[in-house]
């Protein structure tokens, strides 16, 4: 079991807003310990999305949006589009594991 | 640009030692920025950190691997390696090998995995 919790999948439909939660403790999120989210293309690397919480990578469009509150974070994508299709997944530290670790990934689908 | 290639036996027996390399081109593994990682995705689960190596050879280990696991730099060749040791059919997953940004604190670039299988 991963130790970040995300919903195994999302679904919307093309230009509507998807929310995928990463759910961790007070070892990790809850620790104020940067959030990080990464989006794989089927049969590709896995790409930095979002570091720092909120942060987008230059190339990343505005469209995806992060967030951090507790010991959850959030990744939202507005106006969904058929190229988002993808699995993604969140990553922080976590001080008791004095390692990164991981959330469950989740497969957001384009209806 | 940079860019992480993973290599290494597709299949490898139980009992037997996992080894990958990664090479790296497009930029330096000598630089103090950044640590060389591994990380492993089991089908249908998410990924897991291995572990990390800097430019001087100083390793991090996930704790739950960390007495199987040796992970080395050669520094004149642009390439890190992974060796798991006494593989069973648990190790089998796409493994992965990434950058991990030191000043920012994530994975910034990624290799697209190679799958590896233990089975006899």
């Known amino acids: 079991q991963s130790v970040l919790t995300q919903p195994p999948s999302v679904s919307g439909a093309p230009g509507q807003r998807v929310t995928i939660s990463c759910t961790g403790s007070?070892?990790?999120?809850?620790?104020?310990?940067?959030v990080h989210w990464y989006q794989q293309l089927p049969g590709t690397a896995p790409k930095l999305l979002i570091y720092g919480n909120s942060n987008r990578p230059s190339g990343v469009p505005d469209r995806f949006f992060g967030s951090q509150s507790g010991t959850s974070a959030s990744l939202a994508i507005s106006g969904l589009q058929a190229e988002d299709e993808a699995q993604y997944f969140c990553?922080?530290?976590?001080?008791?594991?004095?390692?990164?670790?991981f959330g469950s990934g989740t497969k957001v689908t384009v209806l | 640009q940079l860019q992480l290639q993973e290599s290494g036996p597709g299949l490898v027996k139980p009992s037997e030692t996992l080894s990958l390399t990664c090479t790296v081109s497009?930029?330096?593994?000598?630089?103090?920025?950044?640590?060389w990682s591994w990380i492993r995705q089991p089908a249908g689960r998410g990924m897991e950190w291995i572990g990390s190596i800097d430019h001087s050879g100083s390793t991090f280990y996930n704790s739950s691997l960390k007495s199987r696991v040796t992970i080395s730099v050669d520094t004149s060749k642009n390439l890190f390696s992974l060796k798991l040791r006494s593989a069973t059919a648990a190790d089998t997953a796409v493994y992965h090998c990434a950058r991990y940004n030191t000043g920012v604190g994530n994975f910034d670039w990624w290799g697209q995995g190679t799958l590896v299988a233990v089975s006899s």
């Open positions: 497009g930029g330096s593994i000598s630089s103090t920025d950044y640590h």
């Open positions: 007070n070892s990790n999120i809850g620790a104020t310990y940067d």
């Open positions: 990553q922080s530290y976590d001080s008791s594991l004095s390692g990164y670790v």
